[in-house]
């Protein structure tokens, strides 16, 4: 028998959930030629239609690689989707409410990895600069960054964790679920695999590219590899012309210093000590990541909370754990990291 829990069609929220869309000046005219007007969702929780002096701390959701706005409501067999789990957090008055916000930065490639470059866009910028105000502008928030998180998993949780060390006057706290890091373990096992998916298209990753544009998504071996790797390379290492360069030579597999290097900038273990401030000035930071994660980021997770220590981050504004996972079919995290969150935001 199914519990109301598991029934599988949409439930009533306790809260309310806006769906908007927002025309973006910064992505007027991005690379790729994607959409400039973005879908935006936005869950206020129960009371906020009833006390309109109250004001809320604010989460922002952001996606893995792959990830766009309309997965939030997916639903899978005996599970709920994000949108009503989230919901749940706050249906019983338990924990303090809060403003959700589930932010679109879908590209052409797959994502953007919420940087901003030449191959892809501003999508650093327009979570900043354009979404941020416009919630601030269009809701009760308490608009500061003490009552503002940002939180996501995989590509999603890197965005979480390196948006917060480039912008500390927005965001104070942040929750990652094996976020990329620790590029040396979760990116180059995948070099050697992708050269040699690669010989069938004479090493040129172009010419995949145009293959895969050309049939049903996703059915080849290495569709998956490859599109990531692309789509990354577009978002870290491109040309001024917007132009993705590998960071690996596609006939050997031997690095590129240049390329390679400008990975690994954007590694999150390594950015701490370059932000050490803004990372020592976080009131709460959530890392957690499976055991076994196919892409080694619960060492990435570890090495992650190590840095932030040795930076001065004060171990009870921290929660970091391993469980018992992969990295896929991890979202039942998500509303532990958001009520957890919310007990911290300042309100």
Not at 51 to 73: K, N
Not at 235 to 256: H, K, M, N, Y
Not at 331 to 347: E, F, G, K
Request: hydrophobic share 40%.
């Amino acid at each position: 028998m199914l519990t109301d829990h598991m029934l599988p069609w949409d439930v009533e929220l306790a809260g309310r959930l806006d769906r908007h869309t927002v025309n973006s000046v910064l992505l007027r005219d991005n690379p790729l030629g994607d959409p400039h007007e973005r879908p935006l969702w936005v869950y206020v929780p129960p009371g906020y239609d009833d006390s309109p002096t109250v004001r809320y701390p604010v989460v922002y959701m952001i996606q893995g690689y792959t990830g766009h706005l309309s997965m939030w409501a997916n639903r899978t067999p005996f599970r709920q989707p994000f949108i009503e789990t989230a919901d749940a957090v706050f249906a019983d008055g338990s924990t303090p409410g809060c403003v959700v916000v589930y932010v679109d930065a879908w590209t052409g490639y797959g994502g953007s990895q919420f940087v901003d470059s030449p191959g892809t866009g501003k999508y650093h910028s327009y979570l900043c600069e354009e979404i941020v105000p416009w919630v601030d502008g269009h809701y009760r928030t308490i608009a500061d960054r003490e009552s503002r998180a940002i939180a996501g998993k995989s590509s999603g949780g890197f965005g979480a964790m390196i948006t917060p060390m480039l912008r500390p006057d927005l965001f104070g706290a942040l929750a990652t679920h094996a976020g990329d890091s620790l590029y040396e373990l979760c990116y180059v096992p995948e070099f050697g695999n992708a050269v040699r998916t690669l010989r069938g298209y004479d090493h040129d990753i172009t010419r995949w590219w145009d293959d895969f544009r050309s049939r049903t998504a996703f059915t080849k071996p290495g569709d998956e590899m490859l599109m990531m790797l692309l789509g990354v390379s577009a978002c870290f290492s491109a040309r001024e012309d917007g132009t993705p360069e590998l960071p690996f030579d596609p006939v050997s597999g031997v690095l590129r210093p240049e390329q390679w290097q400008r990975w690994l900038d954007w590694d999150p273990v390594r950015m701490v000590e370059r932000h050490a401030d803004a990372v020592r000035s976080l009131r709460a930071v959530w890392i957690d990541a499976g055991t076994h994660d196919e892409a080694f980021l619960d060492l990435g997770a570890e090495a992650f909370r190590a840095e932030i220590v040795k930076a001065g981050l004060p171990d009870e504004r921290l929660q970091f754990e391993l469980f018992d996972a992969g990295h896929f079919g991890i979202d039942y995290r998500y509303p532990l990291s958001l009520a957890w969150l919310a007990q911290r935001l300042a309100r």
